[in-house]
């Protein structure tokens, strides 16, 4: 052939050139032979061993906002230190090595020892209690593990300036249950400790920063209640994939709009594949979901309303008053405030509660969780004779005709009357009562006697079945799973009425008896006696829209002003009870008169109702209200446990509030500047 006829040829450089090639050839040979021969089993081991861990990846919440854009539940940074056991591998070897020696040494010093003490050398028996046992090795390489990391945590302690510790069960956990996910050291870290990790280039070996979104409620207590609280939950939503090996942490609503729209909030979980070895360290990873973030939910809460009821439900008792105020629009549904009270902090639940927060939680007296604005229902009290009023007119009654009030003997300044020889007491002195005068002095006798005339009480029921008493309104439910906060209260029918006592029906004309209303459903009320009678359906969520604004996904708008159902009755008897509304403010006899707000006529009424609690006789006052009179907007319900009366407890917080919504409506009104302003 040409190449070895050429190498017969007497050239020096070619035959070097071909001893090369030759060798290299050679060289490679051998290595294929190495690899594919006698490396074989060490391949064919380590590939059996490798395998794939599944891991859920949480994403990214998203924001609950209020009417105006204010995030009250957003997500912030958090810088967290994170320690990879993998790269601590060699580390765990040579301590494990290193005290298995130590071990053995001192163990043949022993049996030297021993030797020496019987003067002879020891049996294999006898040597066999001089030697490490596998639940000592593995006692070993647990302790020389743990030594290891609280090393490491102990350097990167002094390096932040952050004392910092290692919770050896949680750590030996974590290294058994899920060795190929990074244990966590330290969360949150503050801008000087990011600082001074990042300074150190080469800092503790397997230490990584990482940043992770974390719940937070920047008003702390605000609409705390309507918001509702977190939990962790590392399980996957509807639609998601079911099988993990390993769920990074996650959290899930539990009540509120939290928990009614926690399925929208929460987005998609990503997922990701770890290439784990045989002893569980991650080798390699691959996301092969993305995570898909979470919708805004956008409510029609105004903050600065909210935050204006809830001051103003402190006004009796403080942070421990324990009641409720609804701010509704009358005309179109739309909730602004949903202000409960005692309230709590939902961050508590994110960074973790303490005993003595527990135990606050958990009082069985203040129950600062419960929402009162909708769970808890109260009998309505003097409030409610503005629907027998209703009932009354539209049954022929002249409101101008005037009811002799009888004083009571044992009292003369008070009234009284008896329904089948029951006394009924009134709050209001005796003498003659028209309409108005009786809804401004709330005279029990008055409603009671109005109220027992035939054919009124059912039109009472029919009334109440109209408002939807006694059922739950259901925020949110159409749309999810609900706030899981709402109570339904009672209301009896007319059917039941007819085959109860009279003195039954007496009671419910005062609002209290059998029966029971929430502060929500007393707003739905007072918002149908100012619109016309619309009963509105409550408005809590205005729509969805996604995180980010060049999302594809649409944006998803509730329906205003959805009518559930009308109160059936004439004009003429809304203006009528309208009007008596009005002088229950402003006459001078009237108990709302501490409702006052300069420039702005309020229509109200005040209540008191007994309850009993645990055998023990506790009141509610009341104080439902809308304004403005001559075109309402607002209607303003408050509710106090304990409280004085109505007028004297509740009213004030109500004009607090009126206060709160003229300011918010100068600041929304156009500002028009001349032309001589803007030059």
Partial sequence: MIVFDQLKKNDPHLRVLAIVVLCGFSI??????????????????????????????????????????????ENR??????????????????????????VRK????????????????????????????????????????????SNVVAQLSLLLELPLTVNETNFHRHYVTRPALPFPIVENLDAIQIARLQEKSAGPPGVDMEIVPVRTYPFQTTAAHLLGHLQRDDSSAEGEEAYFTYRLPDWRGIVGVEAGFDQKLRGKAGAKSVLVNHLGYRQSENIWS????GDNVVLTIDSSIQQASEQALRRPFGTDTRGAVVVMDVRNGDILALASSPTYNPNLYIKGISRAEGEYLNGPKLTPEKNRTTQTPYQA???????????????????????????????????????????????APPGDYDLKRALVRSSNVYFITIGLKRGVFD???????RLHLGEKIGLGEKIGPGLRQEASGHFPSAERARKWPAGNSANICIGQGEMDVTPMQMAVLTAAVANGGEVLKPRLVDRLEPQDSTSPKSITVFPRHQVRDTLGV??????????DMLAETEDVEGTGRTARVDGLRICGK?????????GETHNTTWFISFAPYERPKYAVVVAIEDGGSGGATCAPIARDVYIAIQKREKMSEPKTTTLSQAK
């Fill in 290 to 293: 993305a995570a898909e973030p």
């Fill in 606 to 614: 005040t209540g008191t109702a007994e309850r009993k609690e645990r």
């Fill in 381 to 427: 009290g003097s409030t409610f004779k503005v629907i027998i009023a209703l009932a009354a007119l539209e049954n022929g009654l002249n409101p101008e005709e005037k009811y002799y009030v009888a004083p009571n003997p044992k009292n003369p300044a008070k009234g009284i009357t008896y329904v089948a020889d029951q006394p009924f007491h009134d709050t």
């Fill in 77 to 102: 940074p958090s810088c967290n230190v994170n320690l990879y056991l993998e790269e601590l591998r060699k580390p765990f070897e040579q301590a494990n090595s290193n005290e298995l020696a130590r």
């Fill in 570 to 579: 004439s004009q003429r008897s809304l203006n009528i009870v309208r009007d």
């Fill in 106 to 149: 001192n163990l043949l010093a022993q049996i030297a020892a021993q030797e020496k003490k019987l003067g002879r050398k020891l049996t294999p028996k006898e040597r066999k209690q001089f030697t490490v046992s596998v639940e000592r090795k593995n006692l070993i390489s647990r302790q020389t593990r743990y030594q290891v990391v």
């Fill in 28 to 73: 490679l040979l051998v290595g294929l032979w190495y690899v594919q021969v006698v490396s074989a089993r060490y391949y064919q081991t380590n590939l059996e061993t490798q395998s794939h861990r599944t891991v859920r990846i949480p994403t990214i919440r998203g924001k609950i906002l209020d009417r105006n854009g204010k995030p009250l539940a």
């Fill in 459 to 465: 039109r009472v029921a029919e009334l109440g079945r």
